[in-house]
């Protein structure tokens, strides 16, 4: 699917001259999107070890969690976003016996290299469709999608507000968008625990297991620079969403947000 009259998109590329953060360090806002790239082409054959490190193996739960209050129905049209190795597309065609269709759209095509052989490995042929595509530009028509997931993604987008009004744009009236993402642990002692934890534990861990200590160090700065859970609240209402509302996962190590074009 493509927008109409090449209109996809909100991003004018000449106000990327903004600086960005890219895990611990200023870069410019045209140069992020290439570095994100980089880490996810190096982590993309062992993503969901390296999901399994960053969480303890907890993020099969949340994940359920966000499917069912997804609630997909058979029939219905779904964008997942930065999705590439097709774990959430796998899991609402599970819930509604491959009778829904899903659409993902991620930004390293290594990582849809991964989610396409997994679904041939499945016997899914036909119901996931996999597109190449920047969050911030979604390559897709207004009001085309029923629903509308990112998962563990929005963090490493260069302007999530923008991939907010785009995830938005594509939803048609009474859509609903939900996205889950590492966040903020709201118990005081288990915030000082996970602190140490994912900041000396976690890169140690990737040299290890993932053989890749940097793209650990780049995700872990990633978590602490992503907004609190109210601020991502208010960041979904500035691009439209209604009826926002958030749940803590694990005290807060991850937050469901839910929000609604009306």
């Not at 097709?86 to 290594?110: N, S, W």
């Not at 976690?202 to 620079?225: N, Q």
Request: glycine share 10%; net charge negative; hydrophobic share 45%.
């Amino acid at each position: 699917m493509s927008a109409p009259d090449g209109k996809a998109g909100t991003t004018d590329n000449d106000t990327r001259a903004e600086p960005a953060w890219f895990g611990d360090r200023p870069v410019d806002a045209a140069e992020k999107p290439g570095l994100v790239r980089g880490v996810f082409d190096s982590v993309a054959g062992r993503y969901d070890l390296m999901n399994d490190l960053m969480s303890g193996g907890v993020h099969r739960l949340w994940k359920r969690a966000m499917i069912d209050r997804l609630a997909p129905k058979q029939g219905e049209i779904f964008l997942d976003v930065a999705g590439g190795t097709g774990d959430i597309a796998f899991r609402i065609l599970e819930r509604t016996e491959r009778a829904a269709h899903v659409t993902v759209c991620d930004l390293t095509p290594a990582m849809l290299e991964v989610g396409r052989d997994r679904a041939i490995d499945r016997g899914i042929l036909t119901a996931i469709d996999w597109v190449t595509g920047d969050a911030e530009n979604l390559p897709f028509e207004n009001a085309a999608m029923d629903g509308c997931t990112i998962a563990f993604g929005l963090r490493n987008v260069t302007h999530p507000e923008r991939a907010l009004a785009e995830m938005h744009r594509v939803l048609k009236p009474g859509g609903r968008f939900l996205c889950l993402e590492f966040s903020h642990v709201v118990l005081p002692g288990l915030r000082d625990l996970y602190d140490v934890f994912s900041r000396s534990m976690l890169p140690t861990l990737g040299a290890g297991g993932a053989r890749d200590r940097a793209s650990y160090e780049y995700l872990v700065e990633s978590i602490r620079r992503f907004p609190t859970q109210e601020a991502l609240a208010a960041m979904m209402r500035d691009a439209g969403f209604d009826l926002v509302s958030f749940r803590n996962l694990s005290a807060g190590i991850a937050a469901l947000h839910v929000g609604w074009r009306t």
